[in-house]
């Protein structure tokens, strides 16, 4: 290189050329052939889970669409659930991360003035990974808030539907409640019987007690299968013992039924909850039905079980109110309970 000025004097000066020695030339990370393979390699990586991404968003929306269609088209009864007027929302528990479903159960294949023979709160805790099922014992005595006198739980069905019950146990239990599902005893044998039955402990005492007075025989045992009609038998078995072990029977029928789930096909559950869809009655829209069955998909499988009944022995006391027999709860011990339950890391 020349005319390099120096104290202002300029000469020439000879200097090396550094990029065209082999022995001095600077090396870049990569040759330029290694380079544009690793590029190429990183774009492919990022092509493959760009695709994966989409695959899985595109059968997310198709199964979302299957779901939330065929329920639109079954022909299930959809209500609309209003806001409860007798209590605030900022007064009842609840969380983001808890979705309760009540699921009532009815006795209206019997005939007469339908009452909610069943009532269970089903939580899915996603803070604590759990399920979690209370059953409300149907003789409680509460405050039905439309008549503003106290009644039995059971009862609230009867002045109002799914409608006044929710809002009957929120305003006595203090807990927010999602959404609900009613079934009746058809829809019950007939989910259980598409899945094959299912398998239950019962007890020589159970047994005895179906055989006698159904026409339906059973054995006894800790795991002994069972089809829809024995599960129905199983499950409103009362007059042997209580209430109490009443509802204790019909969680572990839910039990049985969650486990059933876990071990069936996708196709199958899905052919199964189709073919019960127009019997049920819920305030879930068809989109809504489909969330819900992923939630509860998700939950089912990968998440343990829990449950009580509200109210516990040591929340309440017996005895006659008027002319009728009640189970009298202590409600503020039953609210404390109940959020501890549900929203907080519950150890049996």
């Not at 088209?73 to 007798?86: A, C, L, P």
Request: aromatic letters at 10%; one cysteine or more.
């Amino acid at each position: 290189m020349k005319d390099i000025y120096i104290s202002g004097e300029p000469r020439e000066v000879e200097m090396e050329d550094v990029f065209s020695d082999s022995s001095h030339s600077l090396q870049s990370p990569d040759p330029p052939e290694k380079g544009k393979k690793r590029r190429k390699k990183k774009r492919k990586k990022e092509s493959r889970l760009i695709k994966i991404i989409k695959a899985v968003f595109i059968i997310f929306v198709v199964i979302t669409l299957l779901i939330s269609g065929t329920a639109l088209v079954s022909g299930y009864k959809f209500r609309f659930h209003k806001r409860n007027q007798y209590i605030s929302i900022t007064d009842l528990y609840n969380s983001p991360f808890v979705t309760n479903i009540l699921l009532i159960g009815t006795d209206e294949a019997s005939g007469g003035a339908s009452r909610s023979d069943s009532m269970i709160l089903i939580s899915l805790d996603y803070t604590h990974g759990k399920i979690k099922m209370t059953s409300f014992l149907r003789d409680c005595l509460v405050m039905i808030p439309s008549k503003g006198t106290k009644n039995k739980l059971n009862s609230a069905y009867v002045y109002g539907g799914a409608q006044l019950l929710c809002d009957t146990i929120e305003y006595n239990f203090r807990v927010d409640i999602d959404r609900y599902v009613k079934v009746d005893f058809k829809m019950f044998t007939k989910m259980i019987d598409n899945l094959g039955g299912i398998d239950i402990e019962v007890t020589d005492s159970e047994a005895k007690f179906i055989n006698r007075t159904t026409r339906h025989t059973v054995q006894s045992g800790k795991s002994v299968h069972l089809n829809g009609a024995e599960a129905l038998v199983y499950a409103r078995i009362r007059k042997l013992d209580s209430d109490y072990m009443r509802t204790f029977r019909q969680r572990k029928i839910i039990t049985a039924l969650i486990d059933k789930f876990r071990h069936t096909s996708p196709a199958e559950l899905f052919k199964s909850v189709n073919s019960v869809l127009p019997l049920l009655e819920t305030d879930l829209n068809p989109l809504e039905i489909a969330f819900t069955a992923y939630k509860g998909a998700f939950a089912a499988a990968f998440f343990d079980i829990q449950q009580i009944r509200m109210p516990d022995d040591d929340m309440m006391r017996t005895g006659y109110v008027g002319s009728q027999w009640a189970e009298i709860p202590d409600l503020a011990k039953c609210v404390q309970a109940l959020y501890e339950f549900i929203y907080k890391s519950y150890k049996e």
